[in-house]
Each structure stands twice: as structure tokens, then as C-alpha cells.
């Protein structure tokens, strides 16, 4: 069983930053995909940014240029910067783990909520 701890949630004005951060711990698989997703009021979750352990990166095309996601394999970390936040980006924030293969071993974290004022 893998655990999932987010922070750095928060308030910030628009075109500010913040940096989230998820840690995972437990039973591991080392070849996995962790990332982030969101959910808006009133809309369906969405993809923000993935890093598999070997370091390849996706984002969504809203956040490209914007957010950076980075990882720490001997840590079990993976953090998101982001930076020149809009309203649009307000959402709960979820860290995800995907071990390669293994579907059924997907775990989500609880959630932090980003909220940017205008």
C-alpha cells in the first residue's frame, strides 16, 4: 500500500507563484508515473503534469511554460512549481501514482486546494 502526502497548497494573487509537493511512502514499484491533477469548481479532473521515474515529463497544454514538475526518486518526491498563476488555475490539486503495468495499484492523494484571486 502507498501513501500520498501533499502541501504547499494556498491563496495567492494572480501572477503569483506557489510549489506543491507530494511525498509518497510505502510499497513502491520504482518503475511508476506520479503527477498531478486538478479538479475546478464545476468541472471535470484534469491532467497538470506527469513524471515517470525515468524523468519523462507531460503537461497540459494550459500550464506548458508555466509549471514545471521535478522529482526526487530516492526521496519519493515530486514537487510542482508553478508560476504566473491565473484564477483559471484555481482547483484541489491531487497527486497521483501510477506503478508501470499495475493499474490497479493507482493511488490518489487527498487533495490541496489552490486558490488565486484576481
Known amino acids: 500500500q502507498v501513501q500520498l502526502v501533499e502541501s504547499g497548497g494556498g491563496l495567492v494573487q494572480s501572477g503569483g507563484s506557489l510549489r506543491l509537493s507530494c511525498v509518497a511512502s510505502?510499497?513502491?514499484?520504482?518503475?511508476?508515473?506520479m503527477g498531478w491533477y486538478r479538479r475546478a469548481p464545476g468541472k471535470q479532473r484534469e491532467l497538470v503534469a506527469a513524471?515517470?521515474?525515468?524523468?519523462?515529463?507531460n503537461y497540459a497544454f494550459s500550464v506548458k511554460g508555466r509549471f514545471t514538475i521535478s522529482r526526487d526518486n530516492a526521496k519519493n518526491t515530486i514537487d510542482l512549481q508553478m508560476n504566473t498563476l491565473s484564477p483559471e488555475d484555481t482547483a484541489v490539486y491531487y497527486c497521483n501514482y501510477s506503478p508501470f503495468g499495475l493499474p490497479s495499484l493507482e493511488v490518489w492523494g487527498q487533495g490541496t486546494l489552490v486558490t488565486v484571486s484576481s
Open positions: 510505502g510499497s513502491i514499484f520504482s518503475r511508476n508515473t
Open positions: 513524471i515517470s521515474s525515468r524523468g519523462s515529463t
